[in-house]
């Protein structure tokens, strides 16, 4: 499926809106009483309103001021990656130091939010498909801000009719002390998804064209969700989804068929109802969700589905990611190391079921193994790994809201048995991205890729990590 762009506009120029006005402004416990959320990454170096620099001055002079350490060889490889993305992120400075200059920013931000910052409406762009150039709007509403209190409305249509319409809200509400409850529903229609069948062996020659038209709804609540760092997390939530997959009609390869030789996807040209029961628990102790320079997240997460349509398509889902945050030298450089991986059977266990093409582990895309198209390796069983190395290069008129820049590589396998996930060659890429961050969220990133099927550009928006 092609990535849907989570709030895309909106959670960014929440994140730009006042930043010093709102940020007292913290998400309140059971009791109404401010929570101890993490504001800020502890590395940032205090500045005063008096101060006539700009961001770029004050980059250039942290950067140049550190002492120089001679040749020590473990030093400069630390700095090495530092030194490449420097150049390569060069030609942004001039833009972002006008902008700076002249408020470019603001008043932007002026036109597509409220006054208390509280709400924004503002148009979508994605240009990163291979549906054609999509466009469509989002509104998000966020009181008090950086606090899980919020409602997004989103809708994006394509050249080729593809289109994507979602609304969500999530509140804390006292007189459950303080757990958090999520609604949300989607709709969806994406006449070309990319389709290589299952496996991780297939060509990329072997490409054919999926429909896939999708209904969702899901109601979440926490069960544990304690209001101090480090954070513990569990949740569980239930939710419908409707799937039928069909022929697809673009133009990047032919539709598939049960003629097309490739095997078909589970419950092909049925209409399928799924209920779905997941029960998710995360640990989470990074000292910033944007601006991350330190800290640990893991997430386990159990889904069982099955349909109601006599298909005989079920799957008990189960996925794990480990992330750790590592700093490497001051002034947020940061090494970024992920791992995860994911497996799905059949309900009950080893019996003639089929599971669901959604269920399935799924690499490829703007977060695993980016050199690749979206869907490019889909199977039962998954994992995934990501090294990444981060360094802040620019903060916008000392209000929190910076950009970063990231030299990552990735590697993953797909495969029905455990033996095939050790089988080569290993799928790999690498890259360099760069990160729109505020200190409550990471806005959103832009990255290309290489793999050894050639060069990839995404985007990501509202991600975790």
Do not use: C
Not at 420 to 440: A, C, M, T, Y
């Amino acid at each position: 499926m092609r990535p849907t762009p989570f709030a895309i506009g909106a959670v960014l120029v929440i994140a730009m809106a006042d930043v010093p006005r709102l940020a007292d402004a913290q998400p309140a416990t059971a009791d109404g009483t401010p929570s101890a959320g993490r504001t800020e990454a502890p590395d940032v170096p205090p500045t005063s309103s008096s101060t006539q620099a700009s961001a770029l001055d004050r980059w250039t002079t942290d950067v140049r001021s550190e002492t120089d350490p001679g040749l020590e060889l473990s030093y400069l490889a630390l700095r090495l990656p530092q030194y490449l993305l420097e150049l390569a992120f060069v030609p942004l400075m001039p833009v972002a130091t006008v902008f700076e200059r002249y408020k470019l920013l603001d008043r932007f931000l002026d036109l597509v939010t409220n006054e208390e910052g509280t709400a924004a409406l503002l148009p979508l762009i994605d240009p990163f498909n291979n549906s054609g150039l999509g466009a469509g709007a989002v509104f998000l509403y966020n009181e008090p801000f950086g606090s899980q209190d919020r409602f997004i409305a989103l809708g994006q249509i394509y050249p080729n009719r593809d289109r994507v319409f979602s609304v969500s809200f999530a509140r804390r509400f006292p007189t459950l002390s303080g757990r958090r409850v999520s609604l949300s529903a989607s709709y969806e229609v994406d006449h070309d998804a990319r389709y290589f069948g299952l496996g991780g062996d297939r060509s990329v020659s072997a490409l054919q064209e999926l429909r896939t038209d999708a209904v969702n709804a899901e109601f979440g609540i926490t069960l544990i969700n304690p209001n101090r760092l480090p954070e513990y997390f569990i949740e569980i939530a239930a939710a419908y989804r409707r799937r039928k997959l069909g022929t697809g009609d673009g133009s990047r390869g032919p539709g598939l068929t049960p003629q097309s030789g490739l095997p078909l996807p589970a419950g092909f040209r049925d209409a399928l109802d799924y209920p779905e029961l997941t029960l998710s628990t995360e640990y989470d102790s990074r000292d910033s969700f944007g601006v991350t320079s330190k800290g640990i997240f893991a997430r386990l997460r159990l889904t069982a589905s099955r349909d109601l349509n006599g298909a005989h398509t079920s799957g008990f889902r189960t996925e794990g990611v480990f992330a750790a945050f590592i700093p490497v030298l001051p002034r947020f450089r940061t090494l970024f190391i992920k791992i995860g991986a994911s497996g799905t059977v059949p309900l009950p266990i080893a019996s003639d079921e089929q599971v669901p093409l959604h269920l399935m582990a799924n690499l490829g895309g703007s977060t695993n193994l980016r050199g690749y198209v979206n869907d490019r390796f889909v199977d039962r069983l998954g994992w995934w790994g990501t090294i990444e190395y981060r360094y802040r290069f620019f903060e916008y008129a000392d209000e929190g809201i910076g950009m970063s820049a990231a030299l990552f590589g990735d590697i993953g396998r797909v495969g029905r048995r455990l033996d095939d996930l050790i089988k080569s060659p290993l799928p790999w890429s690498v890259g360099i991205g760069l990160r729109l961050e505020q200190n409550f969220i990471l806005a959103g990133r832009i990255q290309v890729a290489y793999s050894p099927e050639g060069i990839e550009f995404s985007v990501g928006f509202g991600e975790v990590l």
